[in-house]
T-cell receptor, first 110, second 116 residues
Framework: GQNIDQPTEMTATEGAIVQINCTYQ??????LFWYQQHAGEAPTFLSY????GLEEKGRFSSFLSRSKGYSYLLLKELQMKDSASYLC???????????FGTGTRLLVSP | EPEVTQTPSHQVTQMGQEVILRCVPI?????FYWYRQILGQKVEFLVS????????KSEIFDDQFSVERPDGSNFTLKIRSTKLEDSAMYFC??????????????FGSGTRLTVV
């Protein structure tokens, strides 16, 4: 089976840094994805990790440890528009689908 | 930037009626998916489609559901006899063929289906 855990909600202040954690237990592993989803909108692809380590993309970075079944998404210099849900998703090996966690709702305040 | 296009954006239907949700995936993508998201819940996988056939499906994707690629561009999801619990946002997604998922899966803007 597949199980992906994320905190339900986080709050942070504009300009700050926030780290959103994700732990997973899946039947094999073929990559981990982070998506941003604003309310009522489609998930938007942020990052992809398949090897251990940090991937950086502008203000967003994502880290993976396969041995620990753990990832985090780091958002720097937070802006109000970063208020959204952040979805962690895994592609189990042997499958083409993504399995999503429940998402972390991030609220950025002034 | 290439987009996945879905129509309609909203659909209201009576219980027991058939609905068809439409998607135009990105033109050079070869894997297609349908996901759904019930309000306030997580994104759930329904079905994946490759090379003109279903490659995976979830337990949700029962006999009431079917998918089709009727021509070179459209990808449809049909629900034969809708139930109240089918009310959800339905997302179509596509991805490139290839060894790398570096560009992720691209999602459409969704169809909000309300069954009354």
């Amino acid at each position: 089976g597949q199980n992906i855990d994320q905190p339900t909600e986080m709050t942070a202040t504009e300009g700050a840094i926030v780290q959103i954690n994700c732990t997973y237990q899946t039947s094999g592993f073929n990559g981990l994805f982070w998506y941003q989803q604003h309310a009522g909108e489609a998930p938007t692809f942020l990052s992809y990790n398949v090897l251990d380590g940090l991937e950086e993309k502008g203000r967003f970075s994502s880290f993976l440890s396969r041995s620990k079944g753990y990832s985090y998404l780091l958002l720097k210099e937070l802006q109000m528009k970063d208020s959204a849900s952040y979805l962690c998703a895994v592609r189990p090996s042997g499958f083409q689908k993504l399995v999503f966690g429940t998402g972390t709702r991030l609220l950025v305040s002034p | 930037e290439p987009e996945v296009t879905q129509t309609p954006s909203h659909q209201v239907t009576q219980m027991g009626q058939e609905v068809i949700l439409r998607c135009v995936p990105i033109s050079n993508h070869l894997y297609f998916y349908w996901y759904r998201q019930i309000l306030g819940q997580k994104v759930e996988f329904l079905v994946s489609f490759y090379n003109n056939e279903i490659s995976e499906k979830s337990e949700i994707f029962d006999d009431q559901f079917s998918v089709e690629r009727p021509d070179g561009s459209n990808f449809t999801l049909k629900i034969r006899s809708t139930k109240l619990e089918d009310s959800a946002m339905y997302f179509c997604a596509s991805r490139e063929q290839g060894l790398s998922d570096r560009n992720g899966y691209t999602f459409g803007s969704g169809t909000r289906l309300t069954v009354v």
